[in-house]
């Protein structure tokens, strides 16, 4: 079946340590998202790319890192230098055939600090 | 810039009845507009767009949403809920200036709790 993937589910982490979130996808999609959700914010837009070894910063991304090596794979890594990373951590694909293509979610990670 | 408010955070509604769930939204251009669905600990699932043409657009699960471009909304609406459309709902905007790298600015998000 294609999808995204995403893993872990959950997460815990000390406060200071890096961790990276993986996302992958078999459907030969150009672009990638990684999203943050908290409780009453909606989705916001961290880090996107649409070409391999090429990537953009969106609204949120101090604190965070990505990379983009293969077009499957999208890591996400939360640094220690994010001060509140304790949320939904969102993955997104899509093509980049037509306008507006939509864009499919991975099932998410929940990062807690502890 | 743009930006999405959902005006309700929560809509209780009885199984069976209609719901209407409210997005407006504000940009200076054209936009494409969706609505996604969120059941708990899950991701996003589309429930349906506008790009262009007819105003009232039709998706899964039998909802349906109006755009209507002079008062700036998209709101969503199915006729009778069941207990399974118990989930969160996010109304999000795109720019055709934006569109070829997809990024969308979502609203905070509706709560819909259907009761038996």
């Known amino acids: 079946d294609g999808g995204i993937t995403q893993s872990p589910k959950y997460l815990f982490r000390k406060e200071g340590q890096n961790v990276t979130l993986s996302c992958e996808q078999n459907?030969?999609?150009?672009?990638m998202y990684w999203y943050r959700q908290d409780p009453g914010q909606g989705l916001r837009l961290i880090y996107y790319?649409?070409?391999?070894?090429?990537?953009q910063k969106g609204d949120i991304a101090e604190g965070y890192s990505v990379s983009r090596e293969k077009k499957e794979s999208f890591p996400l890594t939360v640094t220690s230098a994010q001060k509140n990373p304790t949320a939904f951590y969102l993955c997104?694909?899509?093509?980049?055939?037509?306008?507006?293509?939509?864009?499919?979610f991975g099932p998410g990670t929940r990062l807690t600090v502890l | 810039a743009q930006s999405v408010t959902q005006l309700d955070s929560q809509v209780p509604v009885f199984e069976e009845a209609p719901v209407e769930l409210r997005c407006n939204y504000s940009?200076?251009?054209?936009?494409?507009l969706f609505w996604y669905v969120q059941y708990p600990n899950q991701g996003l699932q589309l429930l349906l767009k506008?790009?262009?043409?007819?105003?009232l657009v039709k998706g899964i699960n039998g909802f349906e949403a109006e755009f209507n471009k002079s008062q700036t909304s998209f709101h969503l609406r199915k006729p009778s809920v069941h207990i399974s459309d118990t989930a969160e709902y996010f109304c999000?905007?795109?720019?055709?200036?934006?569109?070829?790298?997809?990024?969308?600015?979502f609203g905070q998000g509706t709560t819909l709790q259907v009761k038996p």
């Open positions: 506008y790009l262009s043409g007819s105003t």
């Open positions: 940009s200076s251009v054209s936009v494409y």
């Open positions: 997104a694909s899509r093509s980049l055939g037509l306008p507006a293509d939509t864009q499919y």
């Open positions: 790319s649409q070409i391999v070894n090429d990537f």
């Open positions: 999000a905007v795109s720019d055709y200036g934006s569109s070829n790298t997809g990024k969308l600015i």
């Open positions: 459907l030969n999609h150009d672009a």
